[in-house]
Every structure is written in C-alpha cells, then in structure tokens.
C-alpha cells in the first residue's frame, strides 16, 4: 500500500506541474484578456441570462443545464475538498482557488459555447456535445485521435475519479460519523438511488438536479454565514493569513501533510488542482451537458455557464476555507479532511448543529455529483463506441464503483481524482487553444449585435 501511495504522489505531483498549471492558467488568462474580461463585465448579463426562457435545439432548458453542471460541480470537493487542500497547501492554497476560479470563468465560458456550436445528434435523437464533438467538428478530423484521447480520460475519471470515489466515500465516512449508520447499509442506500435516477438519463438527472440544488445551496451557505456572521471578528486575521501564505515560499502550519512546512509551490499546486476539482473549469465535463440546453445561441449558454464557477468557488469554497481558518482548528491539528470540517463547523454553531449541517451538505452535494458524473461518462461512452449500446454496460460498471467506494481508504481517493482530472485537462485545453478564434469570433458577432438589437437567431444550431 505504501508503494502504491508514494506512485500516486509522484504521479499527481508530476502531472500537476508547472507545464499543467501554465497551460490551464495561461488558457484562462488568455480569454480574459481577449474577451476583454468578460467574467467581470458581462457578469450580470450572465446572471439575467440565466432565467429568461429560450427555446432553441437542445434537450433540457439553459436553467436545468446549469443546476446540472452545478450539481456535479458542488460535490464533496466543495466541502471535504476545501478542507483537504488547506491542510496540504495551508490557508495559501485558498488564494490560488480564486485565481484559478476568477481565470477559469473564461475558461467554462469558452468551453460551453464551443460545446452548444459543434453539438450533434446521437442515434436516439439526443443531444451528444463536449470536447470530442469541438474537437472533432471544429479542428477536424486529423484531430479525432485527440477527441478520443479526451473520452477516453473522460470514462476513467467518471468511474474511477470525480464520479464514484471521492463523492461516496464523503457520504459514508461523514454519515457513519455523525449518525453512526453502517458504512455497508448507507453503501446499499447510495448505489440503490443512483441506479434509481441514472435509469431516466438526462432528463431524470436534471429534474432532480434543479429541485436539490437551490435547496442545498441555501441550507449549506445560510449555515456557512450564519457562522461567519456570529464569528465575524476572526474574518479579517482569516483573510490576512490567506495571503500571507499565498505567497510565503515557505510557511509553517502544525499538522499540515505531516511535515508543518508547506512551499509555495505545494500552496498553488494544491489550490489549482482542488479549484478545477470544485468548478471544472478547463477540465472539459461541463460543456457536455451544456450542450444539451435548449438554446439558439452558444454566447448565451456561455454565460450562463461560466456563473456555475462563481457559485462553486467563488462562493461555496470560500465560505466553506472561511469558516474553516477562522475556526483556529487547521493550525496544530493533524485531522483529515472531513474531520475538520466537521469539527470547525460544529466549533462554529451551538448544540452540535454544526456535523448535521455538513453531513447533510455532503449527503446532497456529492450524490449530485454521482448523477451529473453519471451522464458525463456515458456521452463519452457514445462517442467512443459511435453508438448508444454501451450506455447500458457503463451504467452497470458504474454503479458496480459505486457499491465499491465506501469500503476504500480517503489519501489514493483523492490522489487519483486529481490525476485522472489531469488527464482530461490537457486535451481538452489543447483544443481550446486550438479553437480560440471561433471563440473570440462569436462573442465579438454577439455583442455586436446585441448593441444593434439585431440578434439573429438559428445561426448555432444542431449539426446534423
């Protein structure tokens, strides 16, 4: 097991090096300067888009596609994630979240609009989009080798990372500790309702995605300020030592990955790598569902589904690191993830509350990303096989990885979950890279409508 462990370390400290930090970095940067920043100008447009109706090609409305990708977005990462990474990377890695986060708005923003763009129709008459359709139908077929490479990572990271391990083992291990129920019986609970509502494919996931997802936002986030709020002197010290630390070259935290000393590059590695986990920008999932909205314009959908990474990050993350550092409990303590937070939320709120609140959080937040994750690998599946047989072979694997998840250990978990991220990140950033154009191009033609008010519609639509 230590052998295992110290390949997987080596392995994600590898594909988390600087070339992969540059390349989701530099992409980020590169769209907010020639979007001219649109993550911060355009954003109450984005957020009006949101909830105007339109009617246009798709399966779901644009709302159902973001409570989708918010749904598998805010999953345990937002939570336990948070956590783990401040006790790697110390309250330095929080910073680096935001960067990421602030940078890969432009990054979810590209990827959507690309997605809505070069969608197709599946055999079944279903909405099949992504970086494989962007890839293929926009640089080419030469390039159908890399759109393969992408679904491929695509399948690994939904059963092995992002999609089953993470999520489950969050449920049972804060479940088990808080309500003191059996890890194989919550297992059986898990597996029985993600076969339940993965059975009615898109449409069942979404129904369930906009019913839970309002709801688990403002039961998670009340709580979260309601802390703040009661332990709102120790605010200021929290965001000071966020960036002090964010750019120490070394800093000292007891406890913190067993050694006390965290590097700088340890505090950006680690915020970069649990900021895509949380938001999934530039990692090339979210854009599959986006493609799916019923809309007559891939600007829109853009928008709309760059506000998903305000919402997970910008937000969640940072309420869940706040009340975390302010709590005093990540210095000295050597505690594991769900641990901490857990005891900093219970620290904050009287008679225990605080373990219900998280455990329920996690309950919601990561059984919506077992859904979305659901949908994510069996589009690639589609792409992969050119046909939609295999959907039902994976939907079996992948509830098999999901009965499997409760009884594994939390370090490799999220060791391969950062690695099989990687994976699906250079692809998809290539091609991103490789479609910068189109991108800049049909912003530019929207924008410059949208001030004509002459706006046609029909010009994105379904490739036949």
Known sequence: MDTI???????????????????????????????RGIQLFKFPKALRSIFEKEEGA???????????????????????????????GGPGAMFWMWVSAFLGMTTKYAEALLAVKFRVKDENGQIAGGPMYYIQNGMGKKYIWLAKLFAFFGVITALLGCGTFPQVNAITESVNMTFNIPIWVIGVVVTVLTAIVTIG???SISKVAQFVVPFMAIFFIGGSFVILCWNYEAIPGAFGEIIRCAFAKQSVLGGAAGTGVITLMTAIRTGVARGVYTNEAGLGSSPIVAAAAKTNSCVKQGLISMTSVFFTTLVTCTMTGLVIISS?????????????????????LPFGIGKYLVAIGIIFFSFTTILGW?????????????????????????????????FLTLEPI??????????????????????????????????????????????NTVVQ
């Open 201 to 203: 494919g898109i449409q």
């Open 328 to 348: 005093g409990l990540l210095d000295g303590s050597n505690l594991s993830g769900s641990v901490l937070v857990t005891q900093a939320y219970n620290a904050g």
């Open 58 to 88: 798709g399966d779901v409305s644009a709302f159902a596609t973001l409570c989708t990708t918010l749904a598998a977005d805010i999953g345990t990462g937002s939570i336990v994630g948070v956590a783990t990474a401040l006790r790697i």
């Open 5 to 35: 462990m110290t390949l997987l370390e080596s392995f994600q400290a590898f594909i988390w090096g600087p070339p992969t930090l540059v390349l989701l970095m530099g992409t980020g940067l590169y769209f907010t300067i020639k979007l």
């Open 414 to 459: 999220w060791l391969l979950a950062d690695i099989t991220n990687a994976l699906m990140i250079i692809p998809n950033l290539v091609a991103l890279i490789g479609l910068r154009k189109v991108v800049i191009n049909e912003t530019n033609h929207y924008f410059d409508n949208l001030a004509k008010r002459t706006i046609p519609l029909g010009k």
């Open 374 to 406: 659901n949908y994510y690998g069996e589009r690639c599946v589609v792409y992969l096989t050119g046909n939609t047989k295999g959907i039902k072979p994976f939907k079996v694997i992948y509830i098999v990885a999901i009965a499997l998840a409760p």
